[in-house]
């Protein structure tokens, strides 16, 4: 088997995900990094981890999709013989008033920000080495409640409940697991639909006065997946600068 750790992270072809990705390689997994269809974005990555001396591939899978999630887990203990950290980013952001949203709307987030997490958690809970880490990222408008925001809240929130319960379903294996809940962050899924005035209003919301970077966020994920974080379980880190 394998003796080097071995980490997933879900849409780690881009923003949060990437930073993640290249932040758990920089700190010794070999990082599997999931796109659904960006496979340029994804090689991207990769070649920025090997040019930096790391340990990565590529791996196109569609989350919302059980059996891709299911192949996707096959094909990495097949080549590495182990998996010890799923890091759950892969996700969607449409911004709506409840009344607004459209069927299409409901189904891709429902579709892909829970049921993705679902059923790459499932997966992982089989599948994990003792020891592992779970880690989904959610967000902090699950506190803060925003308008515009209730589809996408919904979904995150429901994956904080989940993660919650799953870590005492694994009881006895040593695994974590826990959820990230990142504030206002400066990603194109972040400023993708959003007016100038929306972005300098959100970004002055924290004390600090600025929008998170991806590596903000991908610092704290590396925390909870390292020997210091083993002792945080069933919880949701809100790293949002004091937003919330």
């Given at each position: 088997?394998?003796?080097?750790k ?9 923003g949060?995900?990437a930073s993640i990705?290249q932040?758990?390689?920089n700190?010794?997994?070999?990082v599997?990094?999931n796109?659904?269809?960006?496979f340029?974005e994804a ?10 001396g790391g340990s990565?591939?590529a ?6 999709n059980?059996?891709a ?8 203990e097949?080549q ?6 799923l890091?759950n ?10 009344v ?12 892909i ?10 997966e992982?809970a ?17 506190g803060?409640?925003?308008?515009n925001?209730?589809v996408y ?18 009881r006895?294996?040593?695994i974590?697991?826990n959820s ?7 990603t194109k ?7 100038d005035?929306?972005i300098?209003?959100l ?19 590396a925390?909870?997946a390292?020997?210091?974080g ?7 880190l809100r790293?949002?600068?004091?937003i919330?």
């Amino acid at each position: 088997m394998n003796a080097q750790k071995v980490a997933l992270v879900t849409g780690g072809s881009r923003g949060i995900g990437a930073s993640i990705a290249q932040k758990l390689a920089n700190d010794g997994f070999t990082v599997i990094v999931n796109y659904a269809n960006s496979f340029d974005e994804a090689a991207k990555v990769v070649e920025e981890i090997q040019r930096q001396g790391g340990s990565a591939k590529a791996f196109q899978a569609d989350v919302a999709n059980a059996d891709a999630v299911r192949q996707l887990f096959d094909e990495i203990e097949a080549q590495y013989g182990r998996l010890d950290v799923l890091v759950n980013s892969a996700g969607i952001l449409k911004l709506a008033p409840l009344v607004e949203c459209d069927d299409a709307l409901i189904d891709a987030h429902i579709d892909i920000n829970l049921k993705g997490s679902i059923y790459t958690m499932r997966e992982a809970a089989k599948r994990l080495q003792s020891g592992g880490r779970i880690i989904n990222l959610s967000t902090s408008v699950v506190g803060l409640k925003l308008e515009n925001y209730s589809v996408y809240a919904a979904t995150k929130a429901a994956v904080e409940t989940l993660g919650a319960i799953l870590c005492k379903e694994l009881r006895g294996r040593e695994i974590t697991v826990n959820s990230v809940a990142p504030g206002p962050t400066a990603t194109k899924l972040f400023f993708d639909g959003k007016s100038d005035e929306l972005i300098d209003r959100l970004a002055k919301m924290p004390p600090l006065e600025r929008l998170a970077e991806p590596e903000d966020i991908a610092s704290v994920v590396a925390f909870l997946a390292s020997p210091a974080g083993g002792w945080i379980n069933g919880q949701t880190l809100r790293a949002n600068g004091g937003i919330v």
